[in-house]
């Protein structure tokens, strides 16, 4: 068996990466494409590896010189490799192709070595690789019946997102048979390009092929094996996280901040998200209104506060609205004054936005278990004085929670104080108190010195639409905040939920009845894992200490490589002094259940 590379395109989407060097010579965590293709190759005992070259080929072929290569590597030059498509460079290949069974592969995939094994411990002569597809991919994707067979190669003009279940994405790997190169692809492919010309790709010979009644070839599905195709910087950023080492792909994947959806089966335990909301009805009818709100500008900061002020039961005049809470709080420390007071450890965009603006934060760490009380914070703040104190309640990462009763007296002692109280009620709808909440319009009226913080994202399941909202009854303030945020800070989207959200709101408590039971049975399950600590939480995650040697690092890390399963690593979090602690958001239990497996085999 031998191996063609297709590697005469000139990669113009990569820009200055491919500005003297083709597509295959890119870098990937510092080998380039090429040589990690031609040594996945060289372990296979093929009879030669033959290269179609263009673009750069010069320096190609000396780069490739300079490998050490058991197999024998050959050249096919694409004169016009800038007026061709690659069907032209298979067909210069055509030759190679009829002597002997291939695996063909284009130059710019990424792929693990257990891709290559599978293709070639499948006995059946002639084989597209394929994935499932996911809105990741790009390209050509087929159809397979219950046999395997290809039933479609189906192209850009004829694909349709409403029947994406049923593609398989291919991955630009094959595997051909001499003989069905030589009865089959190479007499389609000649005829194809004496009509249509050399402007194709060559996966159109395939399309017609399988319009026969025996057309010899069957797709090959992946089952999780890592790969990626590589036609731009974004696509280079994302291959290099997915094929980093084990430690450098956790830190990759720390700074990106989300956008997870772009790594195929990640299982993300670290960004919190109700699992039990929006229901499929809301998600229905926002998808029927796609297209209107896709089109049409949002409404003002007027507007968004009136539909706001209707879905948390206070005035207009109490409420502003943010692109996510995260710019309600920028703004707010930003206009607030004097020191800050929070207990650690805790939400750190409050204290890191105060000390870039060069404010004094007070910090109060609490006991054992990071469990604490309003009286706790009244007694330490009477001690160490500060003129705003935050309450994250539940607290994150802790879980630790102050009951609705105990924050009203906070409120009180705050107000006597001349303190202003920021109470982020972020996950206090996941609290098994109900009716917790402070968002009251006879409450804001009574603490005038409070602002009451929610992240929608968090309670309601929609980051995607970054939304969030402060209220309180110091007009002074809201209208500062007004005049600070961009007018159309919200986007159709989330002006749209709140429209809406009203006719969903039972569902939405049916769904936090969902969650509670769920979080009790993820927490039975942890309790049961030796060397886990389970922090009590009324969040939508719990904290966890390590204590069997452990470190958190070190299980983030083993937990990504092995299981494909993102946790968070508190090791660095302010106020834990070093101690092994992890935080794991609470998912749907069919979840939950692969990552108490995964911690038991682990730990």
Same mark, same amino acid.
């Not at 639409?465 to 309180?472: N, P, T």
């Given at each position: 068996?031998?191996?063609?590379?297709?590697?005469?395109?000139?990669?113009?989407?990569?820009?200055?990466?491919?500005?003297?060097?083709?597509?295959?010579?890119?870098?990937?965590?510092?080998v380039t494409l090429i040589e990690r293709t031609l040594s996945q190759l060289d372990e296979l005992s093929l009879s030669r590896i033959v290269i179609v070259a263009g673009f750069g080929r010069q320096k190609l072929k000396e780069y490739v010189g300079g490998l050490s290569l058991a197999t024998p590597v050959f050249y096919v030059d694409n004169e016009i490799y800038d007026k061709t498509n690659n069907i032209y460079s298979l067909y210069l290949a055509r030759e190679y192709l009829a002597q002997e069974d291939t695996l063909l592969l284009e130059s710019d995939i990424i792929f693990e070595p257990s891709v290559l094994k599978q293709l070639l411990d499948n006995p059946y002569p002639s084989?597209?690789?394929?994935?499932?597809?996911?809105?990741?991919?790009?390209?050509?994707?087929?159809?397979?019946?219950?046999?395997?067979?290809?039933?479609?190669?189906?192209?850009?003009?004829?694909?349709?997102? #409403?029947?994406?279940?049923?593609?398989?994405?291919?991955v630009n790997i094959y595997k051909f048979s001499r003989e069905f190169s030589c009865s089959y692809y190479i007499p389609f492919l000649e005829a194809y390009c004496k009509a249509l010309g050399h402007n194709e790709y060559y996966e159109q010979v395939l399309k017609v092929i399988t319009l026969l009644r025996d057309p010899q070839i069957k797709g090959e599905p992946l089952n999780g094996e890592k790969w990626y195709e590589i036609d731009d910087a974004q696509d280079l950023d994302i291959a290099e996280t997915m094929f980093a080492e084990p430690e450098e792909r956790l830190t990759r994947l720390q700074k990106r901040y989300g956008g997870y959806w772009r790594y195929p089966g990640l299982l993300d335990f670290c960004y919190l998200v109700n699992p039990f909301f929006?229901?499929?009805?809301?998600?229905?009818?926002?998808?029927?209104?796609?297209?209107t709100l896709l089109t049409n500008y949002p409404s003002g900061m007027a507007v968004n506060s009136m539909l706001a002020a209707k879905c948390f039961d206070v005035r207009p005049e109490q409420i502003v609205t943010g692109n996510g809470a995260a710019e309600l709080i920028k703004a707010l420390m930003e206009k607030d004054r004097g020191s800050l007071g929070m207990a650690l450890p805790t939400f750190?965009?409050?204290?890191?936005?105060? #000390?870039?603006?060069?404010?004094?934060?007070?910090?109060?760490?609490?006991?054992p278990g990071y469990m604490y009380t309003?009286?706790?914070?009244?007694?330490?703040?009477?001690?160490?004085?500060?003129?705003?104190?935050?309450?994250?309640?539940?607290?994150?990462?802790?879980?630790?929670?102050?009951?609705?009763?105990?924050?009203? #007296?906070l409120a009180r002692w705050a107000e006597e104080q001349h303190i202003r109280l920021i109470v982020d009620e972020s996950f206090g709808d996941f609290a098994d108190e109900e009716d917790n909440t402070l968002l009251k319009q006879e409450i804001l009226d009574q603490y005038p010195s409070m602002a009451v913080?929610?992240?929608?994202?968090?309670?309601?399941?929609?980051?995607?639409?970054?939304?969030?909202?402060?209220?309180?009854?110091?007009?002074?303030?809201?209208?500062?905040?007004?005049?600070?945020?961009a007018i159309w800070?919200?986007?159709?989207?989330?002006?749209?939920f709140l429209q809406i959200f009203e006719k969903y709101r039972l569902d939405y408590q049916q769904g936090m009845k969902q969650f509670r039971k769920c979080r009790r049975t993820f927490v039975e399950g942890?309790?049961?894992?030796?060397?886990?600590?389970?922090?009590?939480?009324?969040?939508?995650?719990?904290?966890?200490?390590?204590?069997?040697?452990?470190?958190?690092?070190?299980?983030?890390?083993?937990?990504?490589?092995?299981?494909?399963?993102?946790? #968070?690593?508190?090791?660095?979090?302010?106020?834990?002094?070093?101690?092994?602690?992890? +935080?794991?958001?609470?998912?749907?239990?069919?979840?939950?259940?692969?990552?108490?497996?995964?911690?038991? +085999?682990?730990?």
């Open positions: 068996m031998q191996a063609i590379i297709l590697a005469a395109g000139m990669g113009k989407r990569l820009k200055e990466l491919t500005r003297d060097v083709t597509k295959c010579m890119v870098k990937v965590n510092g084989l597209a690789l394929v994935d499932r597809y996911a809105y990741w991919m790009d390209g050509t994707v087929v159809t397979l019946d219950q046999e395997k067979n290809i039933l479609r190669f189906i192209d850009k003009k004829e694909f349709s997102y #409403k029947e994406t279940e049923q593609y398989y994405k291919t929006p229901p499929g009805q809301m998600r229905e009818e926002m998808k029927a209104s796609f297209e750190e965009e409050y204290p890191n936005r105060k #000390k870039r603006k060069g404010g004094a934060v007070e910090s109060y760490i609490p006991g309003e009286d706790d914070l009244i007694a330490y703040y009477q001690e160490h004085p500060a003129d705003t104190v935050v309450v994250v309640n539940p607290d994150n990462p802790s879980g630790n929670y102050i009951c609705k009763e105990g924050l009203l #007296k913080v929610k992240s929608i994202s968090k309670s309601f399941g929609v980051p995607g639409l970054r939304l969030g909202i402060l209220a309180s009854s110091d007009e002074g303030l809201l209208q500062e905040l007004k005049k600070d945020v800070n919200i986007n159709s989207f989330g002006e749209f942890l309790t049961r894992i030796p060397g886990i600590r389970v922090l009590p939480s009324q969040a939508n995650y719990v904290m966890c200490a390590l204590e069997n040697g452990m470190t958190s690092r070190e299980l983030a890390v083993r937990l990504l490589d092995e299981d494909h399963i993102l946790i #968070k690593d508190l090791s660095g979090k302010a106020g834990l002094n070093g101690g092994q602690y992890i +935080r794991l958001a609470v998912r749907l239990p069919e979840e939950n259940i692969l990552l108490l497996r995964a911690l038991a +085999r682990i730990l």
